[in-house]
Nanobody, 118 residues
Framework: VQLQASGGGLVQPGGSLRLSCAAS????????MAWFRQIPGKERELVAT????????YYPDSVKGRFTISRDKDKKTVYLQMNSLKPEDTADYYC????????????WGQGTLVTVSS
């Protein structure tokens, strides 16, 4: 399975952006899909997860109420809808996947840069 992220760009504070992560190859129903972000020089931060089969989601407090993760099983694509964006949301965003129960994510897409600036 390969992951291809897209949708990054420049947006003004308060604006919205939707990221996409398309999975190619044979996808597994018992996977956890996730979005992470990373600012250069800082640790990678988890911003959302979704269980591929049930669609159950998780968000840390830093993005809860502003970001929404979803998936389209037919298109094998995971989305991250980001609203009310703040300058501190500026980062490279990565999608990732792991089997349920795994301790770490072993599948990663390339980063897509999100810049929130006026």
């Amino acid at each position: 399975v390969q992951l291809q992220a897209s949708g990054g760009g420049l947006v003004q504070p308060g604006g919205s952006l939707r990221l996409s992560c398309a999975a190619s190859g044979r996808t597994q129903s018992r996977y956890v899909m996730a979005w992470f972000r990373q600012i250069p020089g800082k640790e990678r931060e988890l911003v959302a997860t979704i269980l591929w089969s049930e669609g159950i989601t998780y968000y840390p407090d830093s993005v809860k109420g502003r970001f929404t993760i979803s998936r389209d099983k037919d298109k094998k694509t995971v989305y991250l809808q980001m609203n009310s964006l703040k300058p501190e949301d500026t980062a490279d965003y990565y999608c990732a996947a792991k089997p349920r129960g795994a301790t770490s994510y072993d599948l990663w897409g390339q980063g897509t840069l999100v810049t929130v600036s006026s």
